[in-house]
T-cell receptor
Framework: AQSVSQHNHHVILSEAASLELGCNYS??????LFWYVQYPGQHLQLLLK??????LVKGIKGFEAEFIKSKFSFNLRKPSVQWSDTAEYFC????????????FGSGTRLQVQP | EPEVTQTPSHQVTQMGQEVILRCVPI?????FYWYRQILGQKVEFLVS????????KSEIFDDQFSVERPDGSNFTLKIRSTKLEDSAMYFC???????????????FGPGTRLTVL
C-alpha cells in the first residue's frame, strides 16, 4: 500500500526566511503528487500538483515543489515566507493504479512569526 | 469561484445516535469523496462515489457508514450508530469527470466537526 511521510510536524520560521517541507512517498509506479494547504479555520486548498513533465512545479502564492523520482520525494519550497503563510501543509499522492483516492501525509504545521 | 460546501460545521451527538453529514459538491463535478481526520492524525480516505454508486471504499468504511446522493445537488454521509471513535473532522471533496492534470484535482469542503459524547 502506498504511504506518505512528512517528517516535519511543526516548523517555526521568521518572516522572510526560506521554507522547505519534506514529503516522501512509498510507491514504485506512476504517481500524481499534490500539496494542499489549510489556513486556520478554512478548508483544504490545492497549492500545486505534479502529474508529469517538468519535475519543478510552481504553484500559487510563490510556492514550488520538486519531484525527485529517485528519492521518492516531493518537497515544498518557498524562498521567503510571510506571516500569512501560517497554516497546515499536507502532501498527498494518487498511485497509478486507477485509484483516485488521495493518500495524505500527517501534515506540517507552519508558524511564521512577524 | 465555485466551492464545495458542508453542513453543519459542527455536530455534537450522543453515542449510538445516527448522524447525517451533508455536502454540496461543485455543480459540474461527478466524482464525490468523503475523508475524515481524527484530531492529531492524518486525513484518511473513506469512500468515493460516482454514477450513483460507491466506486471505492476504505477499510474504515464499514457497515455503519453509508453514502447517498438523494437529489441532484446533495451528497450525504450517514453514520448509523455513532461511536466515540467516530469523533473527527469529516471532509467532502469533489472532482470533475476524467483523468489528467486538469481534471484530477479534488476540491475540498470546509469540513464538519463531529463530536460523539
Amino acid at each position: 500500500a502506498q504511504s506518505v511521510s512528512q517528517h516535519n510536524h511543526h516548523v517555526i520560521l521568521s518572516e522572510a526566511a526560506s521554507l522547505e517541507l519534506g514529503c516522501n512517498y512509498s510507491y514504485g509506479g506512476t504517481v500524481n503528487l499534490f500539496w494542499y494547504v489549510q489556513y486556520p479555520g478554512q478548508h483544504l486548498q490545492l497549492l500545486l500538483k505534479y502529474f508529469s513533465g517538468d519535475p519543478l512545479v510552481k504553484g500559487i502564492k510563490g510556492f514550488e515543489a520538486e519531484f525527485i523520482k529517485s528519492k521518492f520525494s516531493f518537497n515544498l519550497r518557498k524562498p521567503s515566507v510571510q506571516w500569512s503563510d501560517t497554516a497546515e501543509y499536507f502532501c498527498a499522492v494518487y498511485s497509478g493504479t486507477g485509484r483516485r483516492a488521495l493518500t495524505f501525509g500527517s501534515g506540517t504545521r507552519l508558524q511564521v512569526q512577524p | 469561484e465555485p466551492e464545495v460546501t458542508q453542513t453543519p460545521s459542527h455536530q455534537v451527538t450522543q453515542m449510538g445516535q445516527e448522524v447525517i453529514l451533508r455536502c454540496v459538491p461543485i455543480s459540474n463535478h461527478l466524482y464525490f469523496y468523503w475523508y475524515r481526520q481524527i484530531l492529531g492524525q492524518k486525513v484518511e480516505f473513506l469512500v468515493s462515489f460516482y454514477n450513483n454508486e460507491i466506486s471505492e471504499k476504505s477499510e474504515i468504511f464499514d457497515d455503519q457508514f453509508s453514502v447517498e446522493r438523494p437529489d441532484g445537488s446533495n451528497f450525504t454521509l450517514k453514520i448509523r450508530s455513532t461511536k466515540l471513535e467516530d469523533s473527527a473532522m469529516y471532509f467532502c471533496a469533489s472532482r470533475i469527470l476524467g483523468t489528467g492534470i486538469n481534471t484530477d484535482t479534488q476540491y475540498f469542503g470546509p469540513g464538519t466537526r463531529l463530536t460523539v459524547l
